[in-house]
């Protein structure tokens, strides 16, 4: 993963703990085709994707993602 992806991730997780599935897409659009990362990001299982009622939210409340987190805040 993209170290510019990983960040946005960290932006997007301290704001909310979860965002919409179309939101996320739109969010890393500018890293390129946003629904390959997005589905690459699930695949990975540094998000999760949960459905509810029609809607589709990914959490960014995930044991990798706290891993990644973790490793990222150490000092070098």
Partial sequence: MKPEVLNKIIELNKISG?????QL???LSEF???NDI???LINDKIIEKITEEKVDICSFNTLKLKRILKLK???N
Avoid: A, D, F, K
């Avoid at 979860?18 to 179309?22: G, S």
């Fill in 73 to 75: 805040n150490l000092p």
């Fill in 32 to 34: 390129g085709n946003s």
């Fill in 38 to 40: 997005v589905n690459e």
């Fill in 25 to 27: 897409v739109r969010e």
């Fill in 18 to 22: 979860w965002i919409t599935i179309p």
